[in-house]
């Protein structure tokens, strides 16, 4: 199991180990240039691209992305169907690629919802990829962060029935063990790109002493400068989960 960040004091290294990332800003990228919506989320597949390849050598341990949350059905049906289709190429023409790359793919959220294509595509590259571990890469599509914690929930439940009787033995780790991304460690860094400045229902669970930081460049344009300004920003952060600053210069010393 993953160690907590509020039970136990993780190690803070230089580099994050963890970077979670909500792609904002496709649809204003595109129309500030005159074109659909979606022109912009067939940019942001390059973005992603780029993304992958400079966490790679970056030397991140897990990169997770938010490419759909539950709440994005409310979108226009076009919109909704060229995400989906962009979805089902990206993981066609991209697993080669991830598996030469040394990186394993998952996808978490509510698959169900999906077409039972996009489904197989989404096991079957989640199976080739599977021995890989240099790059743990996540993408969270009909993902949400409440959609999480209810489905750990309903499931410790049903793995440990005798919590109804007893709900004081009902522990963190009983419902973090059952959550869609048990085996990543907590994120060390949340990035938002398009300049709002909210979580909108991510890893809830997870965030809770996960650096923030948000960036208004729209996620097409989100290269790997734009990645290292954060990495920058990331590492003149004290990292004092709970603890004070004296106490955090005192270990150091
Ligand atoms: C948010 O921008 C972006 C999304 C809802 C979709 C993200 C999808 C991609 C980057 C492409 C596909 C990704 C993969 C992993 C294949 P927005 O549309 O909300 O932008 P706006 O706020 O400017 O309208």
Same mark, same amino acid.
């Given at each position: 199991m993953t160690k907590s960040s509020t039970q136990t004091i993780p190690e803070a290294t230089d580099t994050p180990q963890h970077v979670v990332m909500i792609m904002d800003g496709n649809g204003r990228w595109a129309t500030d240039r005159f074109l659909p919506r979606t022109a912009g989320h067939v940019r942001g597949v390059q973005s992603v691209?780029?993304?992958?390849?400079?966490?790679?050598?970056?030397?991140?341990?897990?990169?997770?992305?938010?490419?759909?949350s539950s709440e994005n059905w409310r979108r226009p049906q076009e919109e909704v169907s060229l995400l989906m289709r962009l979805f089902v190429q990206t993981l066609e023409k991209e697993v080669d690629k991830l598996e030469e790359q040394g990186v394993r793919l998952r996808v978490v959220g509510d698959l169900s919802a999906f077409e039972p294509r996009l489904q197989e595509l989404i096991k079957a590259a989640e199976k080739r990829t599977e021995h890989n571990n240099t790059l743990h890469l996540t993408i969270a599509a009909n993902y949400g962060g409440r959609w999480d914690i209810l489905q750990a929930t309903?499931? &410790?439940?049903?793995?440990?029935?005798?919590?109804?009787?007893?709900?004081e033995n009902f522990t963190e780790s009983i419902l973090a063990e059952r959550l869609s991304m048990?085996?990543?460690?907590?994120?060390?860094?949340?990035?938002?790109?398009?300049?709002?400045?909210?979580?909108?229902?991510?890893?809830?669970?997870?965030?809770?002493?996960t650096e923030m930081y948000f960036t208004s460049v729209y996620w097409p344009d989100f290269d790997a400068n &734009?990645?290292?300004? &954060?990495?920058?920003?990331?590492?003149?952060?004290?990292?004092?989960?709970?603890?004070?600053?004296?106490?955090?210069?005192?270990?150091?010393?």
């Open positions: 691209r780029r993304v992958v390849e400079a966490c790679g050598r970056k030397g991140v341990r897990y990169l997770t992305l938010f490419a759909f309903r499931q &410790a439940l049903r793995d440990l029935p005798e919590l109804a009787a007893h709900p048990a085996w990543a460690p907590e994120p060390d860094l949340f990035i938002r790109t398009g300049g709002e400045q909210r979580i909108s229902n991510f890893l809830i669970w997870q965030l809770a002493y &734009a990645l290292e300004e &954060a990495f920058a920003w990331y590492r003149g952060r004290e990292r004092r989960f709970g603890r004070t600053s004296a106490q955090l210069a005192e270990k150091q010393s």
